[in-house]
Each structure stands twice: as structure tokens, then as C-alpha cells.
């Protein structure tokens, strides 16, 4: 009997420390796993609260030079019929000077990924059209300090299921040689 108790005890203690692991794990790789991993439901400006999500990303990970979102989340959850969504981003090149005296050398292009499992096939007629903050070499919105960002507005229809449509951000300075990408997924949900 006492042999049964301690193998009782040792499983409980196996599995708290699974649970905790866990939590562990989940905490570190998902900071906000429970209502803030997705992007906030809408950003209107750009007022220093948003500035500041979009910096504290860039010094989360300073390899990254683009990051999209508030939440740090790849996936941005967004409710049918809802107008003029938007999705904050932000771009800091490696070379400082690359945004010109004008602000102006470096722009952004979206591209909607039209691939069997996306909305695009799901009813949403043209997701590209519903983008209306524009789609090609769209100037970025504000810059401070060597950051540019932006606000990428979207119209989602109404009554097209639920489903996950991706688009592709890519950020091209006229002084630097290769394009900066990166995409984000809007999970449109009833």
C-alpha cells in the first residue's frame, strides 16, 4: 500500500511539473497568449501608444526590420463587414539615410496571396480591392527616427466565411538593393 501511495505521488508531481513547463513555454513564447496575441481589433492613428507597441517589437528581436502588428502575432483577427480595419507596421532600414531628405525613397507594395485554403477562394471576391490605404509603392505614413510606419486600411466584406487570408508586405528603398519582407494573416472570423 505504501509503495502504491509514493508511485501516486511521484505521477502527481510529474504532472505538475509538465503543467508547469508548459506555462513556462507558452509564457516565453507567446507573452499573451490569453487575448493580446492578436493584433488589436483596430489602430485609428498613429498616436504615441502605437509608436511605442511597434518600437517595443523592433527591440523584442533587432534583427527584424519590418514587424507588423501591435501583438508581435503573424495572425490578425478581423470580424466580417467590419470597414476600414487597419494594420499598423513598421520598417527600419539598415541604412539610416536610405529614407531620403524627403521621406519619400522608401515605399511598400502589398501583395494578396491568391492560393487554394485563402479567403480569396472562400468569397471574398477581390481582397486586393478592398485594401484602401493603396497597394503599390505607398509612401509610409509617418517617420521618426530612421522608423517609417504605416497604417494599412482594409474593408472586409460582409457575409464571406470564416477563413485565413495572407498578404505579403514587401518595403523596397530606392538607396538600398534588396526589398524588405514579410506577411501577416487575416483570420476573418463571423
Keep these: 500500500m505504501e509503495n502504491k501511495t509514493k508511485n501516486i505521488i511521484i505521477i502527481a508531481a510529474i504532472v505538475v511539473v509538465l503543467a508547469i513547463l508548459i506555462l513556462v513555454l507558452i509564457f516565453f513564447f507567446d507573452i499573451c497568449i490569453f487575448g493580446c496575441n492578436r493584433t488589436p481589433a483596430s489602430v485609428d492613428t498613429f498616436d504615441e501608444e502605437t509608436i511605442t507597441g511597434i518600437n517595443n ?22 470580424k466580417e463587414g467590419t470597414d476600414n480595419f487597419e494594420v499598423p507596421f513598421g520598417f527600419f532600414p539598415t541604412d539610416s539615410n536610405a529614407w531620403g531628405i524627403d521621406n519619400t525613397r522608401c515605399k511598400y507594395t502589398l501583395n494578396v496571396i491568391h492560393q487554394a485554403g485563402y479567403c480569396i477562394n472562400k468569397g471574398w471576391e477581390s481582397p ?7 497597394v503599390n509603392s505607398v509612401i509610409f505614413d509617418e517617420i521618426q527616427n530612421s522608423r517609417g510606419y504605416a497604417i494599412i486600411k482594409i474593408n472586409i466584406p460582409d457575409n464571406i466565411a470564416p477563413c485565413l487570408q495572407r498578404v505579403k508586405i ?17 483570420n476573418v472570423i463571423e
Design 128 to 134: 486586393k480591392d478592398d485594401i484602401i490605404s493603396g
Design 170 to 186: 514587401s518595403v523596397k528603398c530606392t538607396a538600398l538593393t534588396e526589398a524588405t519582407k514579410d506577411y501577416f494573416d487575416l
Design 57 to 78: 517589437l523592433f527591440e523584442l528581436d533587432s534583427s527584424k526590420k519590418l514587424v507588423i502588428g501591435l501583438g508581435g502575432s503573424k495572425i490578425i483577427e478581423v
